[in-house]
């Protein structure tokens, strides 16, 4: 399983992702359910709003492989907990379902 991570560009530059890391190493939260066989093969940010560098990024990580691209908890905390939405969610998400790679929305939040 290849599996790739999108996050929200503002976080990324208090946020050095290592939360993400951590729940993917330990297989808990939104990554529990994978294998040992499973790997981050792509952890990128959205480039922004309006997400404009995710679809370019989706186009190369299908090359590689990829199965599913995680949202951050950065970018979907607001879905659950009362945090400020990206604003572009609902879009990003579609385009990756687009281009026919599952999505899940979160990784240790």
């Given at each position: 399983?290849?599996?790739?991570?999108?996050?929200?560009?503002?976080?990324?530059?208090?946020?050095?992702?290592?939360?993400?890391?951590?729940?993917?190493?330990?297989?808990?939260?939104?990554?529990?359910?994978y294998g040992d066989d499973a790997?981050?093969?792509?952890?990128?940010?959205?480039?922004?709003?309006?997400?404009?560098?995710?679809?370019?990024?989706?186009?190369?990580?299908?090359?590689?492989?990829?199965?599913?691209?995680?949202?951050?908890?950065?970018?979907?905390?607001?879905?659950?907990?009362?945090?400020?939405?990206?604003?572009?969610?609902?879009?990003?998400?579609?385009?990756?379902?687009?281009?026919?790679?599952?999505?899940?929305?979160?990784?240790?939040?």
């Amino acid at each position: 399983m290849k599996i790739a991570v999108v996050r929200c560009e503002i976080v990324s530059e208090v946020c050095p992702g290592v939360g993400c890391f951590k729940a993917f190493n330990e297989r808990r939260a939104y990554f529990k359910d994978y294998g040992d066989d499973a790997e981050i093969v792509g952890f990128f940010t959205c480039g922004g709003c309006s997400g404009r560098r995710v679809m370019r990024l989706v186009d190369s990580l299908k090359r590689y492989g990829v199965d599913v691209i995680h949202l951050g908890s950065c970018m979907t905390m607001g879905e659950r907990e009362g945090y400020l939405p990206c604003p572009h969610l609902d879009t990003i998400r579609a385009g990756i379902e687009s281009k026919g790679v599952k999505v899940v929305s979160g990784t240790h939040h």
